[in-house]
């Protein structure tokens, strides 16, 4: 029954994965009709050396690759997860017998990396306010957001800029001038087009880029045949293309989303007339020159229009002895637009069995639109907590009035270029990669945001002591001044030289197996701004993973990575809090030690994962930062030093059969010392994280699944008043506690076909189902609105509460 987190085994339904690939013979050209065989499954390659076989999952396998001129090739041991697709493209020699156990865990994961390989499958599945690659690392330990209209994330202490994201080895970037989620849309990523993904929370190797805290690989497909899927629901539209020429030369690979957050919006306890709309689109195109050398395209354009007109609000808040209310009244309007295109070219040749070279260009360009002006007008009172009242819930007396006006002209364009070369050599069971790149950054900014306060009739100035005052009793003639106020106007061109070695290696010890890899990151950059001097850094970064499986248990592996890992400061962390670039930042520097344990095992004959870790991060040259919301703004100066230690745990596997599961933990803490004035908690200290995913069947209707997503965290320090120091004001957040239900029945997919005839013949997949966001209704919040008390002359922390539950139809359909 649903809701069961252990239970008894119930009747496995089949389940499958496919192993796909092109085979070659020695001299690098594509060898047909061999003949691939797993059990009583079998298929043949084509005039391409193409072939494609599903086989069974979550069990043991061996397949075999045999053909009439050439040695029989074994791959032995292969656990590979529900609808996973494990790409393997073997060389067949002549006269020669290859003999292959291959080292996956019992769900098909590389183990001696270190970097997670989660199943794309289930970031389609899982029901969330943002469903994507996102929604599935949120449920990772060491993972932290508490926004669930964001995709952004933070790891391990970091903020939502120290993460890198891969696309088929394109670095991909996220605009700039986001302040809310509500404004954010969509991330780069369409789940709906990705084969496989990787995540390492740190401690990754040297070829995966200089950032703080964490790397996302992102692999998108190479379609194997003809597909078209759709999927409709309340809050938009999507559909993928996948086409494949007669010859299997030349494949594309086109996603488009449609979506309109106005559902999610319109529960806030805010009223207001939302248009949200976001629009992407998406092309992977690969054509097969030959054996040898593939060329690949990838494209994006999305544009995000976000349209508030906001109306009134109310919100309740304090204790059962005092309870209070805040009512706001709008007037005025909101407009956002971000417009983003990438390019992308890259060329893969294979020039022998053990040299591959690679070369990619790319050229990113964003232009960003944040305009507002709007009034509102409140009252904080205390409200009638008679049950027998007719006006119970509402204000009864004022504790205190005033205004607020918020005005914003933000314009970004933002143009960046890249060059690209990497090279992989593969010697025996040795692997050299190394890589060149060259970067080009070009921004343009223009910032001019005011806020104006007026309480209680006084105008409430910036509290600074020139504008120190005794009203009402005596006057005070000041110029009138926002109480907050940024302009400024910049232009800044930085030029990049990245380049990175790495070895790794696989050597025994005795009887046990040592895997290691060591590796160097250097780069050197020149920032030039529009009225300053230009500054050059230099920066290097040795790093280093090992492993270590130990003879005594084979499905044991311990993980070693260390290293110093360096950010550059791109162009946000070059911004101080008045909008002035400071050519002088620094790169901030960390040094990152982790370590892990990973086994697999079986219970109820099924397979099962648990992985480990524990880590430590000092970093300096530190750039602090506040945080509001998903609007991350820096003081630009390297003055301050923290450090981050934590734990990770994550067991994960088949707790319901043909289905993955997981249940993780995380323990963390961060603090920094600005100045030397000691330790405080960073904006990103969340201490204890506790997630579950969980997939369930009803046995006799197994047609009918359920996805269950549970997150408990607590808060993070944030919401603060302006102008408040840190080191007096220490405020957290409230817990965030989230739980996503989906529920669909499955008419049609590979295991469920219809008979030429059938209404349902025509469908490979046909899905419908619902989903409630938020189930439990919990009160979640991100930030506080400060309002003060006429009286007592205190501010009160009013909170800005997220979303509340919402439910959802969605219907998908593949042909």
Not at 162 to 177: K, S, T
Not at 488 to 502: D, F, G
Not at 640 to 662: H, I, Q
Not at 718 to 729: A, H, K, L, N, V
Request: glycine share 6%; hydrophobic share 35%; charged share 20%.
């Amino acid at each position: 029954m649903f809701g069961a987190l252990l239970c008894v085994a119930f009747s496995a339904i089949g389940q499958t994965a496919t192993i796909t690939g092109v085979i070659l013979d020695e001299q690098n050209l594509p060898l047909r009709d061999v003949n691939i065989q797993e059990g009583p499954r079998g298929t043949t390659t084509d005039t391409n050396g193409f072939y494609l076989l599903e086989v069974r999952a979550d069990e043991a396998i061996t397949v075999t690759f045999s053909h009439l001129s050439h040695e029989r090739i074994e791959l032995r041991d292969l656990v590979l997860t529900t609808n996973q697709v494990f790409g393997f493209n073997p060389v067949m020699k002549a006269n020669t017998i290859q003999i292959d156990s291959v080292e996956v865990s019992a769900l098909g994961e590389r183990t001696v990396s270190g970097i997670s390989n989660l199943s794309p499958e289930l970031a389609q599945k899982i029901p969330g306010a943002n469903a994507g690659i996102e929604n599935l690392l949120k449920l990772l330990p060491g993972v932290s957001s508490n926004n669930e209209l964001s995709t952004q994330y933070g790891v391990r202490g970091g903020n939502f800029d120290e993460n890198l994201v891969y696309v088929n080895d394109i670095e991909v970037y996220r605009p700039f001038l986001l302040r809310s989620g509500q404004q954010e849309g969509f991330s780069f990523v369409n789940s709906d087009m990705v084969e496989s993904l990787y995540f390492s929370p740190g401690g990754f190797q040297a070829k995966y880029g200089d950032k703080l805290s964490s790397v996302l690989d992102i692999k998108y497909k190479t379609p194997t045949r003809f597909s078209l899927q759709a999927e409709g629901s309340l809050l938009g539209l999507s559909s993928t293309l996948e086409t494949v020429s007669d010859n299997r030369k030349f494949t594309t690979l086109t996603g488009f989303r449609y979506r309109n957050n106005s559902l999610f919006l319109n529960s806030q306890q805010t009223k207001a007339n939302f248009n949200p709309v976001f629009v992407d689109l998406q092309s992977f195109i690969t054509y097969r020159v030959s054996s040898r050398f593939h060329l690949h395209f990838l494209g994006n354009l999305g544009r995000n229009e976000y349209q508030n007109t906001p109306v009134s609000r109310q919100t309740n808040f304090g204790t059962i002895a005092n309870p209070l209310a805040l009512q706001i009244f709008y007037l005025g309007r909101e407009e956002n637009a971000f417009t983003t295109a990438l390019g992308a070219i890259k060329a893969d040749i294979f020039s022998s069995d053990v040299l591959r070279l690679k070369f990619s260009t790319s050229l990113y360009h964003t232009t960003e639109e944040e305009y507002s002006d709007v009034v509102a007008q409140y009252e904080l009172g205390e409200i009638d907590t008679d049950l027998g009242s007719g006006s119970l819930g509402e204000v009864t007396s004022s504790r205190g009035i005033g205004s607020q006006y918020n005005r914003s002209r933000n314009d970004l364009d933002a143009l960046i270029h890249t060059v690209s070369h990497r090279g992989e050599l593969r010697i025996n069971k040795s692997l050299l990669s190394w890589g060149l790149k060259y970067v080009y950054e070009d921004v343009r900014d223009q910032i001019r945001e005011s806020e104006f306060i007026d309480s209680a009739g006084f105008f409430i100035r910036p509290p600074r002591e020139e504008f120190i005052n005794n009203q009402p009793e005596e006057p005070f003639e000041a110029p009138l001044l926002a109480y907050n106020s940024v302009n400024a106007r910049n232009q800044t061109q930085t030029q990049r030289y990245i380049s990175y070695v790495q070895f790794g290696n696989r050597t025994p010890i005795g009887r046990h197996r040592l895997t290691y890899n060591f590796g160097l990151r250097a780069q050197l950059w020149t920032l030039r701004a529009r009225g300053l001097e230009k500054n050059t850094q230099f920066i290097f970064s040795p790093r280093a993973q090992l492993s270590l499986r130990p003879d005594w248990q084979n499905d044991l592996v311990f993980r070693l990575s260390t290293g110093i890992y360096q950010q550059p400061a791109f162009y946000r962390e070059l911004r101080n809090a008045e909008g002035s670039i400071v050519p002088e930042v620094k790169a901030q520097k960390a040094f990152h030690l982790v370590l892990g344990s990973e086994q697999s095992f079986r219970i109820w004959d099924r397979p099962f994962n648990l992985r480990s870790e524990v880590y430590f991060k000092s970093l300096w040259d530190v750039n602090t930062y506040t945080l509001e919301d998903v609007r991350i703004r820096y003081v630009a100066n390297n003055d301050a030093k923290a450090y981050a230690y934590g734990a990770d745990l994550r067991l994960f596997g088949a707790f319901v059969p043909g289905t993955e599961s997981w249940i993780s933990l995380g323990y963390l803490k961060t603090e920094e010392n600005q100045n030397n004035r000691g330790y405080i908690s960073r904006p990103s200290d969340q201490r204890f994280k506790a997630a579950v995913l969980f997939q369930d069947y009803i046995p006799n209707i197994p047609k009918v699944k359920m996805y269950l997503n549970l997150v408990y965290s607590t808060g993070v320090p944030g919401g603060s008043p302006s102008y408040s120091d840190p080191y007096i004001f220490q405020n957290r957040l409230r817990d965030y506690k989230r739980a996503d239900l989906g529920i669909s029945h499955i008419f049609v997919n590979e295991d469920h076909s219809y008979p030429e005839g059938h209404w349902l013949h025509g469908f490979r997949e046909l899905q419908l189902g619902f989903e409630i966001f938020n189930l439990f209704n919990n009160q979640n919040s991100i930030t506080n609105t400060w309002v003060r008390d006429v009286d007592s002359k205190n501010e009160f922390a009013v909170p800005n509460f997220m979303t509340s539950r919402i439910f959802n139809v969605k219907l998908r359909v593949r042909f």
